[in-house]
Structures are given as C-alpha cells and as structure tokens.
C-alpha cells in the first residue's frame, strides 16, 4: 500500500497549502497518478442517500469515503450534480457552476473534496459539453428572440420547407433532431432530447464560457472531468442529409449514417484547448469516446498527446460474450495504440456487467474472472458503482414504472437504463440500506445476498476478490508498470497473459469456458525459463509448479518464480 499512502501524504500537503496545486507528480516510468489510480463511477441519485428522500447525494458519498478507500479507488467519477431539470437525470445542465438541491450545496461539494483529499480518493465532474437543458439562461435567452445576445450559442435554422425541418437529422433518443420554436419560428439542433438543445461550439463565445466552467471547479478541488458525448460538438454547417441506411431503429426512425453530425474533425481543436486549460491545473481527461475502429481511438490521445490523456475504449464492452480470441484482439490494439489504455465493462447506460458477461448460472464466478481480466491489464479501469458486488440490471417490468424517457419512447424494445442505475446495495434491510424511503427506483431482490455488509463478511465473494485484485494493482510493480505480453494466442478458452517488469512477471490465467482446463505454461521464450508460479489472488484456480487447473469460468493471477 506504498503507493496509497504516498498519494495521501500528497494530499495532505496539498491540502495543508505545502504543495500548491500545480504540482505534477510522475513516477520512475515517467507516468502520472492517474495511469495506476482505479477510477470508480459514482451515479449519484443511486448511491447513498444522507436524508432519506430516496435519492442519493453528495453528503451520501462523503460519508462512503472510507469504503471507497477500503475498497482500492483513487478517484470518483460523479455523473452530473448540477442544476438540472433532470429530464435526462443530470445531463440537461440548467446551470454549471452550483449544485442541484436535490444533492446538496456548493459547502456539501467542497465537504466532499476535502473527505476525499484526506483519503486519497480524487474527485472527477462530469461536463456535459454539447449540450446545455432548455431552462439554462443562455438558452432561455437564446430563444427569446431572433436578435438576442446568446442567440447564436445555440444551432437555428429555419425550416427546408413549411412545416418541414431544415435536413433528416435524427435525435439519438428519438424523432427528428430538430424542434421548432414557434415564437422565432426556427427550428434548433438537439442530438438528445429536444430539452438539450446543442451548444454552437463554432462560436468563440461559448468555447470562452464553457473553458472557464472547468477553470472554475478546479480551483474548487477537482482533479478532472469525465467529457460526455464528445463525439457529437460539431455538425455539418451546411447540414447535408445524413445517407440513409435500411431498416428502422427502436423508436420507428428510419436508420441513417450520423455522417455529417458526429465526429468532425472540428472537435479535436476542442479538445487541445480544453486539454491546455486542465494542464494549467495538472487534471486528467476522461473521454465518453465511442468509436469503431482503434485509429478513432487514436485520435482522440492527440497527434501530439495533447488532447485526452484517458479516453475510454467502448469497443471492450461491445464484446459481450467470454471470447478469449475478442478480448485478445481488442487488448492488444488498445494495448498497442500509443497511448494510455483506459478499461471499462459497464457504465450507466449499458446492461451491467453482471448480466451481460453472465451465463445465468456461473454469474458471481464470471464477475470475478472479468475483474481478474480488466483489472490486471496495462491501463487504468474505470469501475461501475455496484460491479463489486455483483449487483444486476433490475429492468422495469411495466411501461408506467419506466423513469427513463427513451424507455417510454422506445417500450418494449427499448426499456430504458433504469435497470443499470438502481440504488447501490450497502446491506440486507429495509432499500438495501441505501435509504429509509421508498428510493428513486427499487432495488432488485438479489441484494438479500449482494450488498457490501454480506460480502464483506465471506471471503469467497465478488467483494472480497475486487479487494484482493486492487491492492495487488497498487502494490505489485508488474502489475502497475509492467508490459502486457499475451500467451498461448491460439487457445480457444483460456485467455492468458503475462505483465513483466525488470525481470519479473506476472501471469494471468482466465477460463472463459464451461469446461475444466488444465494449462502448463512454458514460458521460456519470455525469459522465464523453468518458472513455477506462486498463487496471488485466484478463484476456482490452483497453481502447481507451472501448471495450471481452472474450474469453469476459473480465473488465477501468479507471481513468475524463477
Ligand atoms: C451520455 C451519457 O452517458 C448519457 O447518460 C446521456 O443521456 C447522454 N450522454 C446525453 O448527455
């Protein structure tokens, strides 16, 4: 635990105003804290609630600091907390520089960062960038008139035809992406819901506002931002028609190629501006980067290195089956791509992890074999609040318990993202503990066995091996600088690889099968002639000397001994 009780001692100095906050720290390798922090996503109205009206807050998270420590996190994501009409759940920002009620106030915020500053835990916003809500000042004013200042911080347009919209642009969330305003008779732009109307980031008025916002939180204590929708700040502006694909999409919509409204090449300029500023404040950069092939991926780190230090790679968690030869395609080209890996396998808008890698049957085992995966490569992971102790997707049975607007919209096929956001499971009692009212959205009956209480208490469960696995992340030299070298690349059902540093290693040993496997690993080609291998952390796995036995779904992590 060295690491951590230097990154502590660091904010403590930081905090004592020994250290001013300009202070870049890199270790022998030359990388900087967030290259070895674990990243934890924080969904805030889910998480703990401090009052008990059933949604979670900010004095709700201060007072988990202890099991985030605990636990192994350096830094929170917290999805946003501003001002918001919630339409979308925080990401309409009807104002970016206070906090919603519902989650507290600046104080609780700077309460917060000081918990956090004592326990090592960074704290990361959420910056919804392309967006603002349809109640925030610029866009009321915006829409109050043809000539109003901020009229030209959003996207108008008139109509191609009467009643027609200006081009066959579709929302992501539904229906066209154009609203008309009948009191300037224009349409404007909106990628997501007609309340988040799209910023004109070609207008230097709003790159200026919206580069200050982020000065602004981090003289406030934040150590970064995780950018929402990043791919979506620029369109076409001479608003060519998108090609139509064929077939229909969830809502009834005709499919079409966001060809000429996402990734412009525009937005990278964006980028280098926005990384310049976190760089006067030493802040990481987390991208909400969907891409569909590693060269966009690449793009996204700067031609330079000057744009995202840590964009998320989503195409991990498109491989939705255990396909030992998926993964090692995927690691490898992020592992290869020239800059950070950053691992992710659930988030707030997809299925959890839980339900999507699990068999229905091996459910708990898969959880931890995905964690002995994502948390041992070369990378930094960011965790979904929940992942660790196996918590489910509880998706709404009936239409009129649906939160989420596109799961009314898109009913049935589309139930929304309810089931992914639902109150985090601190203890078997009355809401899984999370709070002493009905919550936002029920909890599914599996917190009876999965909640952090239980867990806690058995050392075979999901808790327990995310605990074992994330102090060996911040405490074994390979695992934190060493290379990622895959193993035995033709084997069908065992993903295997080894991390090496200085003469030492690592080995990491994952049945993704149903079967039994039996592996003698020979690793003198990597320099490791005659090595036995000294268990770490393994769950349904045993070493001998350099063989190998996993159980179904088994997953080993081993010391290389010469
Ligand atoms: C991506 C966020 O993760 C999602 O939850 C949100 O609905 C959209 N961006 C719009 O901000």
């Known amino acids: 635990m060295l690491k951590r009780a230097l990154t502590s001692l660091f904010f403590f100095l930081l905090s004592a105003g020994l250290c001013a906050s300009q202070t870049s720290s890199r270790d022998a390798e030359g990388h900087e804290w967030w290259q070895h922090a674990v990243f934890y996503e924080i969904y805030p109205r889910s998480f703990a609630d401090s009052n008990n009206d059933g949604v979670g807050d900010l004095q709700g998270i201060t007072s988990k600091m202890d099991y985030l420590h605990d636990l192994g996190v350096d830094a929170i994501w917290i999805t946003p907390c501003f001002p918001s009409p919630q339409i979308d759940f925080g990401y309409d920002v009807s104002d970016y520089e206070n906090i919603d009620p519902m989650y507290g106030t600046l104080a609780d915020f700077d309460r917060m960062v000081e918990e956090g500053r004592k326990k090592g835990v960074h704290i990361i916003l959420d910056f919804v960038l392309n967006h603002t809500s349809d109640q925030h000042a610029w866009f009321k004013d915006s829409a109050s ?4 200042p901020h009229r030209d911080w959003y996207i108008w347009r008139d109509g191609r035809a009467p009643s027609q919209p200006p081009n066959n642009w579709i929302s992501i969330f539904g229906g066209s992406a154009w609203k008309i305003d009948d009191k300037t008779g224009q349409y404007y732009y909106h990628f997501f819901y007609p309340e988040q109307p799209d910023l004109n980031w070609r207008n230097p008025a709003v790159e200026k506002a919206m580069f200050d916002v982020t000065r602004w939180w ?30 229909a999409n969830k809502y009834g919509d005709p499919n079409l190629e966001n060809k000429y409204n996402t990734n412009l090449p525009e937005l990278h300029d964006v980028l280098r501006q926005l990384r310049s500023v976190a760089d006067e404040s030493h802040a990481v950069l987390i991208g909400e980067t969907w891409t569909s092939n590693i060269e966009q991926l690449k793009a996204y ?3 330079r290195s000057d744009e995202l230090q840590m964009p998320m790679d989503f195409m991990f968690t498109t491989i939705n089956k255990l396909d030992p030869a998926e993964f090692r395609r995927q690691a490898a080209a ?16 997809m299925v959890r992890s839980y339900n999507r890698y699990g068999d229905g049957f091996h459910n708990d085992q898969i959880a931890k074999l995905m964690a002995a995966f994502y948390l041992t490569l070369r990378g930094t992971p960011v965790m979904y609040y929940g992942e660790e102790i196996g918590m489910e997707n509880n998706d709404p049975q009936r239409k ?20 992914e956001r639902t109150p985090m499971q601190w203890k078997n009692e009355l809401n899984a503990g999370f709070s002493k009212s009905a919550p936002w959205l029920p909890v599914p009956a599996s917190y009876a066995t999965h909640n952090v209480e239980t867990d806690l208490k058995d050392p ?16 074994n030299p390979a695992l934190i600088e060493g290379a990622y070298i895959p193993l035995n690349q033709d084997d069908p059902n065992v993903l295997s690889y080894l991390r090496a540093y200085k003469g030492k290693a690592v080995l990491v040993a994952l ?37 190998v036995s996993l159980q179904p779904f088994g997953a080993f992590v081993g010391e290389v001994v010469k």
């Open 301 to 303: 780190y700067g031609a």
């Open 334 to 349: 992020v592992d290869s791509a020239g800059g950070w890996p950053v691992y992710v396998i659930g988030n707030h808008d």
């Open 218 to 247: 981090y003289r406030r204590g934040v150590s970064g931002f995780r950018l929402d929708a990043v791919d979506t700040l620029f369109e076409d502006p001479e608003l060519h028609d998108n090609p139509t694909l064929p077939g």
């Open 511 to 547: 049945n993704m099968s149903s079967g039994a496997q039996k592996i003698t690993f020979d690793l003198a080609q990597q320099g490791f002639s005659g090595a036995k291998l000294k268990p770490l952390a393994a769950s349904e796995a045993e070493a001998v000397d350099s063989r």
């Open 400 to 419: 009129e318990d649906v939160k989420d607007p596109i799961g009314k919209l898109g009913w049935p096929t589309e139930k929304g993202r309810d089931g």
């Open 460 to 475: 075979g469960s999901i808790l327990n091996f995310y605990k074992r696995i994330l102090a060996l992340r911040h405490t």
């Open 145 to 148: 008139s043809r000539t109003a």
